[in-house]
């Protein structure tokens, strides 16, 4: 039953987390009113391992939603309960065949590339694996181009329109844009990914997608 978001919604979430960055598109799409809590995940050992905040997440992963009493964690969970709690923009389409495209798109994303790419394991590979820079830019470059080369190709379907499913943001787009940023970021060759390009690129012309940006959030900084 949808209920009409009056109880205060805060996103515990770090600047620079994709899976924050996600969310943050989502909470935009649907017009959800929200207040940030910046977890920094670097400074003095990482506030996500503070008591504080284990009381909210135990895992001490990013981010975490607290509406009202309830808490949830989980990027793709998150984003689902605003899905089916709040009016506004939907971030699914309304048909089976639809939903699972666009599911088929976040997972690829949220379990295909991103866990093998986050903090932790490149943090691994450096300080336990003993890998260069250059050897983890590698690790790292080829699970991008191993999922984007699937995206792509389901781009490629008459499902697509001016964004992954269809011609409005859902939450393909929502999870895509941030894995693309993140690419960007560690100097990856996206030349092979021209739909994902366009329609990233299409994405980050619009408010929610701009506000969400990493750079034009509170604990944002340089370094």
């Not at 001490?60 to 808490?71: I, K, S």
């Not at 309960?81 to 971030?91: K, M, N, S, V």
């Not at 996206?190 to 997608?209: G, V």
């Amino acid at each position: 039953m949808k209920i009409d978001g009056a109880e205060k919604v805060l996103l515990y979430g770090y600047w620079r987390s994709s899976s924050s960055y996600r969310v943050r598109i989502a909470l935009n799409l649907k017009g959800v009113e929200y207040e940030q809590r910046a977890v920094d995940l670097v400074r003095d050992g990482g506030e996500q391992n503070q008591p504080f905040y284990r009381e909210i997440n135990p895992l001490g992963l990013v981010p975490a939603l607290v509406h009202g009493e309830r808490v949830i964690v989980q990027s793709v969970a998150i984003c689902e309960y605003l899905e089916e709690t709040f009016a506004g923009t939907a971030l699914l389409p309304s048909d089976p065949d639809g939903r699972a495209r666009v599911r088929s798109i976040v997972q690829t994303i949220t379990s295909e590339i991103q866990p093998l790419n986050n903090v932790a394991v490149m943090r691994y590979l450096k300080e336990e694996m003993d890998q260069s820079g250059e050897e983890v830019n590698r690790w790292y470059a080829h699970w991008i181009a191993r999922g984007f080369a699937a995206v792509e190709s389901w781009l490629g379907d008459s499902g697509t329109g001016l964004f992954c499913h269809g011609d409005q943001p859902s939450l393909a787009d929502c999870f895509l844009v941030p894995q693309v940023y993140n690419a960007e970021r560690f100097s990856c060759n996206l030349d092979a990914f021209p739909r994902l390009n366009d329609i990233s690129s299409r994405c980050r012309n619009l408010d929610a997608f701009q506000t969400a940006l990493p750079e034009n959030q509170a604990d944002a900084r340089k370094n």
